[in-house]
């Protein structure tokens, strides 16, 4: 308790934020969320690192419900420099041309833990953020759309996030990128209190790719996958044919039902994979950790 006391009274102090963070280490966690948003997902990045939390019915293999399609609530913690309210400046056309990051996007309001905020709510109502400069140049955001009591909501979240440190971990043992690939993404989705999909994502060298060239993980509660229907060592598989997903089915250690999956984001990856037939074999070489449904025995990425 006593640690946690102080990476929150750390966060309270900070005053210099990182021109960028380890993907594979946590920046925050939150103390609030509606407790209705029960699917979250958890993306460390070099920019940024976010939290996305929706409902059960907003998740796009169970369909939408009425009245609460689209819900969703997005934490941001940006970098030295990295805008955090992009998607607002990229969705509502009155904010195009505002500059980022340095112009805050709304009006101002009561500080977030004696940090200057302000608050933004879209023409037609349907999206808000309360943002805040939590150190010099660097800015942090509660995002929302649809989210009913948005004032409130966010405010409540924001006041609860919490600076963290801790390492974040997969249910599988990790499996070597080519040769000079660097960790650039670690995505770590969470549905109704059990994993739902883990995966890391790896830049390959001289590439400018955004968001890495290729992706290597698991995803449970997947019956098969798009792609050629093959196999690999007598498992069932599928196969991308160049850039797309590979998936292998039976992965060892894990329940009916889970796949482990190469992403091949862009042309990059997959010669740096060796081909398609190589992006099939990284995928089969996935093995879980000895129990996957027991976070302490996970792996750092």
Known sequence: MGAMREQENNWCRTTEAPPEFEPGRRVFR?????????????????????????????????????GRAHRVVTVTVGARGVDVCRPLREWDPELT????PSTPIGVAVA???????????????????????????????VL??????SARVLR???????????????????????V???????VVERRD??????????????????YGDLTVGVTRDRAGGEGNATTVDGR??????????????????????????VGVLTRHGLTALGGSAAALALAARVMMVADPDDEAGWRPF
């Not at 041309?97 to 980022?100: D, E, I, K, L, V």
């Not at 599928?238 to 482990?260: F, L």
């Open 111 to 141: 500080p977030v833990r004696d940090r200057p905020a302000y608050r933004y709510v879209s023409p037609d109502g349907s999206r808000a953020a309360l943002s805040w400069r939590y150190a010099h140049d660097a800015w942090a955001a």
């Open 97 to 100: 041309g505002s500059a980022p």
């Open 144 to 149: 929302s759309t649809n989210q009913p009591e």
């Open 236 to 261: 069932p598989a599928w196969s991308a044919d160049g850039p797309g997903t590979y998936r292998v089915g039976w992965v060892p250690g894990a329940a009916p039902g889970t796949v482990a999956e």
């Open 193 to 210: 209190d059990r994993w739902h999909r883990v995966s890391s994502g790896y830049l390959v060298p001289g590439s400018r790719s955004p």
């Open 30 to 66: 939150l103390s609030w969320l509606p407790g209705e948003l029960t699917h979250l997902t958890y993306t460390g990045q070099r920019g940024e690192h976010s939290l996305t939390a929706l409902p059960p019915a907003a998740t796009p293999d169970r369909g939408t419900g009425p």
């Open 156 to 178: 409540q979240i924001a006041e609860g996030l919490v600076g963290d440190d801790r390492p974040l971990t997969a249910p599988f043992r990790r499996v070597p990128p080519p």
């Open 180 to 186: 000079g690939c660097r960790l650039e993404r670690v």
